[in-house]
């Protein structure tokens, strides 16, 4: 378990930070940016969960704790093969990640059909939940490009791709099933 005793260190204050496995690197480099941006995805999912409750509320706050398994792996070098098995590092799962796929199928599944994109929008649930959606898809993109230049648990980019499906199947749901959905009409402002 974690346990902070100080909040400010000011070991920062010179613009580096410590990864996983101690090394400081610059607070903008992209490992950062990808597992800052799973930490800004995951309060934005905060925010969603005051306009949630029950079932919703139960799946947010799980995939919130999931989010924080995401951000360790991600601020930990290495791709989890060469981890010492005495002390692995923490890393997400294909059963987080098959979680999510059982979740979208069953959400989905109670959907009215799609015969246009939709408009971010509708409940105050569905609105936030969008925005989860697309600051998961920025998370995502970081997660591609540390990919690219480092070996990561390739599970990662699995989760985060499935989690902003998921956002979007949900934010359908919160607006009564997709009924209450704002759909776009291409060139209707023309």
């Known amino acids: 378990m974690v346990q902070l005793t100080r909040i400010y260190t000011k070991s920062g204050d010179k613009g580096k930070t410590a990864i996983g496995n101690g090394t400081r690197v610059p607070k903008n480099s992209v490992r950062v940016e990808a597992y800052g941006t799973v930490d800004e995805t995951n309060a934005f999912i905060g925010v969603a969960r005051l306009h949630a409750d029950g079932d919703i509320d139960a799946m947010l706050a799980r995939i919130?704790?999931?989010?924080?398994?995401?951000?360790?792996?991600?601020?930990?070098?290495?791709?989890?093969?060469?981890d010492n098995p005495e002390q692995p590092a923490l890393r997400i799962t294909a059963t987080q990640t098959e979680r999510l796929e059982q979740e979208i199928d069953q959400i989905n599944a109670g959907l009215d059909p799609l015969k246009s994109f939709v408009l971010p929008g509708g409940s105050a649930l569905s609105a936030q939940l969008h925005v989860v959606r697309t600051v998961s898809r920025r998370a995502e993109r970081l997660i591609v490009e540390l990919a690219g230049v480092e070996p990561i648990n390739p599970e990662c980019v699995r989760y985060i791709n499935?989690?902003?499906?998921h956002m979007f199947v949900l934010a359908r749901h919160a607006n009564n099933g997709g009924k209450d959905d704002i759909l776009w009409q291409p060139g209707l402002t023309r």
């Open 64 to 82: 919130q704790n999931d989010l924080f398994d995401l951000g360790a792996d991600l601020c930990t070098p290495g791709d989890g093969s060469d």
């Open 162 to 165: 499935r989690l902003s499906d």
